[in-house]
């Protein structure tokens, strides 16, 4: 190939990559005005073309949600990155990542459904969710093996129970979508109380966080801790 032939083809690829992100925008504003049914008509009309000229950057529908589910993922990692990096208590962590979560489904809800409970065929392969579940359940791992290495436990189990906590949250956040019997603050206490008292139970009796982790970073005392099961008689305090 002539040298003067690659930047121009490269440039012809950068102009495809940057057409097809500018629908793929597109195909998100439709999901968020007509809802996760929507369809492949209404998304090229939302970026001003037809069907015809939109499969010209897609192979077909299953490409396209692929597309936007991709990015969906990386806008919610986005939005939880902050809670996840945060180098604080396990407790306000917990609290922070389950709420950084909730705050996106809530913020993005028909998003959401497009992605996670989507109408089309599904082919192998264009099931995103699992992507992003997997994920926040690497990083998950990493914190629940390194408390429980500190703590000189066995974490062998971190990977099963960061998969575990991520699916035991997404299912409540498709609940709390539907139903909205609580606020966004009530669900959080309630699920980080739940994984709280588990953690509880695999580090023996000293689940609560230490003086210095008590506290963030302007000084607040963190929210005494909900035991979900009461202690039975002979536990101790």
């Known amino acids: 190939m002539p040298q003067n032939d690659r930047p121009v083809k490269r440039n012809a690829r950068d102009r495809r990559a940057a057409r097809r992100a500018e629908m793929v925008e597109a195909a998100m504003a439709a999901v968020r005005e ?4 929507v369809s492949v008509a209404e998304m090229a009309a939302s970026a001003g073309i ?8 897609f192979d077909d529908r299953a490409d396209l949600q692929r597309a936007v589910g991709l990015r969906a993922a990386e806008w919610l990692m986005e939005r939880m990155a902050p809670a996840l990096a ?12 389950i709420d950084a979560f909730l705050a996106g489904i809530e913020e993005e809800p028909e998003l959401w459904r497009f992605v996670v409970h989507n109408p089309a065929e599904r082919e192998p392969g264009t099931e995103i969710v699992e992507d992003v579940r997997e994920q ?8 629940i093996g390194a408390r429980l290495r500190l703590a000189g436990r066995d974490s062998g189990a971190a990977e099963a129970w960061a998969h575990g906590l991520v699916g035991m949250v997404q299912s409540a956040g498709d609940w709390w979508l539907e139903r909205r019997t609580m606020s966004r603050e009530d669900l959080t206490g309630y ?3 739940l994984i709280w008292d588990g953690a509880a139970g695999i580090l023996g ?7 210095e982790e008590s506290h963030d970073d302007t000084g607040d005392e963190t929210a005494p801790v909900l035991h979900i099961f009461p202690k039975e008689a002979g536990d101790g305090a």
């Not at 007509?34 to 049914?37: C, I, S, V």
């Not at 945060?86 to 990542?97: E, K, L, S």
Request: no cysteine.
């Open 50 to 57: 037809t069907k015809p000229v939109l499969y010209r950057y």
């Open 136 to 143: 926040i359940a690497r990083l998950l791992a990493q914190l």
């Open 86 to 97: 945060a180098d604080t208590g396990p407790q306000h962590q917990i609290a922070a990542v």
């Open 191 to 193: 699920l980080t109380a």
């Open 34 to 37: 007509h809802g996760a049914a």
């Open 205 to 211: 009796d000293a689940p609560a966080e230490s003086a």
